[in-house]
Every structure is written in C-alpha cells, then in structure tokens.
C-alpha cells in the first residue's frame, strides 16, 4: 500500500527564509527540508567548512608537499564509479596544477575488485613509468589493510582518500583522510569521495602557501575543478547536506557560465542536455550513467581520460562512446529485469520483507541498477547476484535498500551470524556489495529475510510518498519551474513534489505504455503524463507529481509529471 503525505513544515523558519528575500514556496520547500536559518541557504564559496577540521587533510598536504618538493613519482589509484572517476580527475587535474609527476591507475572491477588490493599493488609496482613512490587511493582504501601493506613492503607510500565506512581495522598509511574515520569532527560525514580529494587540495595549497611558495607566483586555481566535484557529489546519491549543495551549487555555476571541462562539455552534448540550464538532476541522471556504464560494462579509464583530457576532439570522441555504452547497458538492464520480475511472479512479495535473486546469465556490472529499481518496485531491501567470474564458483550481490534498514549493518550482522557465509563486503545504508560462493546464495536469502523480519515493520514497508502540499494554480509557470530547477536538489534534500486533488477529464496510453493525462481544477487544466504506468485513474484523484517545463515549436509549457496518484 502507498500512502501520499506532506513534509511538516514550521511557519517561523519559512517566514524568516521570506523576510531575507527567497521566494514564499521556495521559503516553505527549504523549510520543509530541515532549513532553519538564511545562512543555511547560502552557497557562496566561502561558506565551506574548513579543512582544518577533517582528520587527516594537514597530515595529507604534508605528505604531497614533501613529495612535490622531491619530484617524487605519484600515482593515483581510482574506483570505477562516477565518484572514484571524477576524485581521480580532481587528483590528476589538481596536483598537476602544482607540477607533480602524476599518473592514474583504474583497475578493472571484474578482474581485480574493490579497493587497493596486494594484486592492484604489484600492477602499479609495473607501471611504464617506473616504480610509484607514492600511491594516492580516491573513494576508496580504508578497507585495504591487506594492500596497504603490500606496498609499504615495497617501499611504496600510501596516501589513502576516501569516505566509506571504515571496518575494525585501518591500514597503515602515511595519511587517512576520511570524515568517517574514528577521532574525526569534520561535520559533513557525507561528503563524497571527489568532496573528500578536493578538500586534500584545498589543505596542500595552504601548505604551499605557509613554505613561501606562492612568494613570487600565482596560486592554483581549485575552483576551476568544481564541476567534477558537483558531477561526482550528485552522481554518488551522497546526502545534500549544506557543505554539499555548496560544493554542487558552485560546480553548476561554473557549468552554466561555460567555465567547464572539456569532457563535462561533451558529456553534456552526448547526452543532448543544455549545460546552460544545467541541474542536478542533468548531473544525476545524463552525466552520472554515460560515465558510469564505463565501469559497469568495460574499464573506467575511458571515463577518467574523457575528464582528464584537455583535446576537445578526444573528449567528443570519449563522451560518444560513453553514450553508446550506456546505450548497450540500459538493454542489458531491460533485459535482466524483464527476467526478475518474471521469476517474482512466482511468489507473493507482499509476504517477504527482503528480495534476493540471482541468474547465472546475468551481467555483474549492471547487477546493483536492477537491484534498485526492484527496491523502487517493491519498496523492499533487495540483493541481485551474478557469477563473479567464468567459472561460477562465487558470486557478487549487490543490495539497494529502504529508509530505516541499514544494509551495510544487515550485512554485517548476517556475517557475524553466518561465519564463513560472506567472503568479503561493503557498503554504507542505503546500498552495498558482498561475494560469496554460489552454492550459498540459498543461505544468504534466509539470513537476509530473517533480518528483514526482525528490523522491519509493516509501516516501515509500505511506501510513503512525501509531498509539498498543494500549490497554487498561479505557479504553474515556465517561469517558476525554471526557479525550482535553479535551486541545488538531490538525495536528502529532495526536488519538490507537490500534491493535490484534480478532476480526470481524459486519459490515454502512449506507445502502451504510459499514461497521458488532461486534468482539472476549477477552470484550469493541466497536461500530465505517469511514466511507465497503463491502469486507468478514478474520475477524480489525489496526485503526486512534479513540474517540469518543455518547448513546443518555440512556445515553454508547463508539464506534470505524476509519481503516484490515489
């Protein structure tokens, strides 16, 4: 059952937004959203939180430093998401501004894993360009104990950069900078690893700038690499915390001035979006997938060379075939979710509290996209599994989860409970990975339902759309939608959804497979559509939609586009 309710919101804290000049609805969506003060809506620069306060960054900008002043051979160790593509272009594009002897490493997810493993080590200890002397690790190497290790044995240092949660051991690295680790008060525990590398930056410059560097030259300009943090900030669904929407806030500005990477121009192109109208939701939804079907489907580092390279013509060559791939991946995905939903029709899911599923043909690198749109069906913690390797001894799951169940946890406990059962894993609340072997995939379902069965209440699964109210038929403008799309939206600080009763005066299918609708209030219709949606609505329905503004033969107009309706 899914239930249509609207965001508390406090009078005070939207009249005290309004009396400092926002908008009325702005004022009220702001404050429905935990905004309590003006300076909190405040995306100036300078409003950043300080990198003094994140463990790890001064000790960080000391070790860069050193290594600068010795010419020392660096080497950037990347993830193959949107996050570890754009914290490697941030490392690479960053500390090449200061002269360092800099190359990047991206291993491929399907031959060597997660994070900085012993074998990822012995194929940097092989790199061309001889042996690194300092290994940077972005999004990623709080977990590599075991890596870390490795190449302190070959003499190699570690800097470590990222943001996931740490396990009961840390790796001796020269330096750890990440605002989840024990003893660190940075206060934005959700900063993403580009945030976190970008920051790293940030507190090498100051560095430079205590030991006399800047006496006689100009100081690097970081901020010409905020569209890379914004595109990984929304990419890696982080919470838009304040520290956040500063960080994609400035990123965007720069990208709708124009001031942007070669390869985000191209991106943008690619993806046939304006890049001087862009939104988070371009960033999240057009930029974030091309990059990423790179390291679902092949090896990121054509993601990170699309970011890295300063040819414009390389970079239109790169973002094309990131386009294709993300072509190839969307129908391998169809494909696969075709067949899950399928074998769900077997059983009652309104009986489970969690989803399992796993197909010996499916494609490991789109496994977790499917896990989520399951969990979006659903509205249950689900895990997909697929063969981790041609011989189909283990699998790797990926699991994307509801709020109030914390899968990283689940995970943990089910391992503690299950000794043997999960062969390694990781992850944070919301979504997470594991391997374990095939023949055990039946054990994992009835430790995962179980957990289920006890964290979850019959509340907790039945979906809640959380809506902003009514809004007034005076806003349904080209001129207010273009107002809400310049705002700095994303996860934890949700686009506006707003609701309201409407008359049904006709309603059609479209390419059978989506609703067209014209509604009524009063006089006024509206033009709807309910994507992915064919069962007819009630004459009259409460809906939840969004606004959104299209061009017709040069005329804007207003569309809804509806969520749910009851």
């Excluded at 894993?113 to 002397?133: C, D, F, M, N, Q």
């Excluded at 989840?180 to 560095?207: D, T």
């Amino acid at each position: 059952m899914t239930r249509i309710v609207t965001r508390a919101s406090s009078p005070a804290d939207a009249d005290a937004l309004t009396r400092h000049g926002l908008h009325p609805v702005i004022a009220r969506l702001y404050a429905s959203r935990g905004v309590t003060t003006p300076d909190e809506v405040e995306t100036e620069f300078k409003r950043l939180h300080a990198p003094a306060g994140l463990k790890g960054c001064d000790d960080a900008a000391v070790v860069l430093a050193d290594a600068l002043a010795a010419g020392r051979r660096m080497l950037v160790v990347a993830d193959y998401d949107c996050d570890g593509a754009t914290a490697c272009a941030v490392a690479v594009r960053g500390l090449r501004m200061f002269g360092a002897n800099i190359g990047y490493l991206v291993p491929n997810r399907f031959e060597y894993g997660y994070g900085l493993t012993p074998e990822i080590v012995e194929l940097a200890a092989r790199s061309k360009s001889g042996l690194p002397e300092l290994l940077i690790t972005v999004d990623n190497g709080i977990a590599s104990v075991e890596g870390v290790a490795a190449a302190n044995a070959l003499g190699i240092d570690v800097l470590v950069t990222d943001h996931h949660l740490p396990g009961d051991e840390l790796p001796d690295a020269r330096a750890i900078v990440n605002p989840n680790q024990p003893g660190c008060a940075f206060p934005s525990k959700c900063i993403a690893g580009v945030g976190v590398m970008f920051y790293v930056l940030l507190a090498l410059r100051a560095e430079l700038r205590k030991r006399g560097a800047y006496k006689d030259a100009p100081e690097p300009r970081l901020d010409g690499l905020l569209d890379l943090v914004a595109l990984g900030t929304v990419a890696d669904v982080v919470k838009l915390d304040c520290n956040n929407r500063i960080l994609v806030a400035q990123g965007l500005k720069r990208i709708r001035s124009g001031r942007m990477q070669p390869g985000i121009a191209a991106l943008f192109r690619a993806a046939g979006r304006d890049a001087r109208a862009a939104s988070g939701f371009d960033l999240g939804f057009a930029l974030g997938p091309r990059l990423n079907a790179a390291g679902r489907l092949s090896d990121m580092s054509l993601g990170i060379e699309c970011l890295t390279t300063d040819d414009i013509g390389r970079a239109w060559e790169l973002a094309q075939q990131l386009d294709s791939m993300n072509r190839e991946r969307r129908e391998i995905e169809a494909g696969m979710q075709q067949q899950a939903l399928a074998e769900l029709q077997t059983f009652d899911c309104g009986e489970r509290a969690t989803l399992t599923l796993y197909d010996a043909s499916w494609h490991q690198g789109v496994i977790g996209i499917v896990a989520g749109r399951l969990k979006e069906r659903f509205h249950r913690p689900s895990f997909t599994f697929a063969h981790a390797d041609d011989s189909g001894t283990l699998c790797k799951g990926s699991g994307r989860s509801i709020p109030g169940f914390h899968l990283r946890d689940a995970v943990d406990l089910i391992s503690k409970r299950e000794p043997g059962l999960i062969h390694k894993f990781g992850g944070h609340a919301m979504a997470a990975g594991l391997t374990l072997a095939t023949a055990d995939i039946p054990r994992f379902t009835a430790a995962f339902e179980a957990v289920g069965r006890e964290w979850l209440t019959a509340d907790a699964l039945s979906r809640t759309i959380e809506t902003d109210g009514e809004l007034e038929d005076a806003y349904f403008t080209p001129q207010f939608v273009e107002m809400l799309d310049a705002e700095v939206w994303g996860q934890g600080f949700p686009a506006p959804t707003f609701s309201g009763e409407f008359e049904v005066a006709s309603q059609a299918l479209v390419k059978e497979k989506h609703l067209k609708l014209s509604l009524l209030r009063g006089r006024q219709r509206f033009n709807a559509i309910w994507f992915n949606h064919v069962d007819p609505l009630p004459p009259r329905a409460t809906v939840a939609y969004r606004l959104v503004s299209d061009s017709w033969n040069g005329v804007a107009r207003v569309q809804m586009i509806v969520e749910h309706a009851l």
